[in-house]
């Protein structure tokens, strides 16, 4: 079936470092891929989102490209603020009955210090 | 905000209790879900609602009861719980089930003793 691995966390920055947050991903056809993101004490956010091969998804800053070639869907942002402190979750969806739920990564823990 | 309220954000229970967890949703959705996030496990489906009616149950264990009333509200109604039940629970809808984007509310965070 459909799967999402996501890196491990924690990942702790400094203000204006560099993230990548690896996602790789198993599925039959060509599914949707979508990062959401989880600030504390809330529930989950679309953050982006791709649907086909060399699709690139980005929103405040952050951008992730959907490679086929490599079933990954890394995401990244340039220069990550105190406010980027949150849960990351990677995810896809398939096509046709239950494939079409979304299914979730194990969400990254990504804390920016000052 | 995301426009999906959950109620309590916390609940301790006892083994034996029967509690339930409340969902609203006045967005115009019509598809709901419940899921169930532990630590260091990826976020698991539960259940899903599409226009009232359950299309979705992923082997839930029968104490977990799910009740659709109508499109604007989710409860999940719990009993005779295990420890390893003790999770933060998040309702989610969505426009309809095949829409990609899901608002979610804040959660509630159970604790079973």
């Known amino acids: 079936g459909n799967s999402v691995t996501q890196m491990e966390g924690p990942v702790t920055l400094s203000e204006e470092a560099f993230l990548t947050i690896n996602c790789t991903y198993t599925a039959t056809g060509y599914p949707s891929l979508f990062w959401y993101v989880q600030y504390p004490g809330e529930g989950l956010q679309l953050l982006l989102k791709a649907t086909k091969a060399d699709d690139k998804g980005s929103n405040k800053g952050f951008e992730a490209t959907y490679r086929k070639e490599t079933t990954s869907f890394h995401l990244e942002k340039g220069s990550v603020q105190v406010s980027d402190s949150a849960v990351y979750f990677c995810?896809?969806?398939?096509?046709?009955?239950?494939?079409?739920?979304?299914?979730f990564g194990k969400g990254t823990k990504l804390s920016v210090k000052p | 905000e995301t426009g999906v309220t959950q109620t309590p954000r916390h609940l301790v229970m006892g083994m034996t209790n029967k509690k339930s967890l409340k969902c609203e949703q006045h967005?115009?959705?019509?598809?709901m879900y419940w899921y169930k996030q532990s630590a260091k496990k990826p976020l698991e489906l539960m259940f899903v609602?599409?226009?009232?009616?359950?299309?979705e149950n992923n082997s839930v264990p029968s104490r977990f009861s799910p009740e659709c009333p109508n499109s604007s509200h989710l409860f999940l109604h719990l009993h005779t719980l295990q420890p390893e039940d003790s999770a933060l629970y998040l309702c989610?809808?969505?426009?309809?089930?095949?829409?990609?984007?899901?608002?979610f509310g804040s959660g509630t965070q159970l604790s079973v003793l």
């Open positions: 995810a896809l969806r398939g096509y046709g009955g239950s494939q079409g739920n979304l299914i």
């Open positions: 609602y599409s226009l009232e009616e359950r299309v």
């Open positions: 989610a809808s969505s426009y309809r089930q095949t829409n990609e984007k899901l608002f």
């Open positions: 967005l115009g959705h019509n598809a």
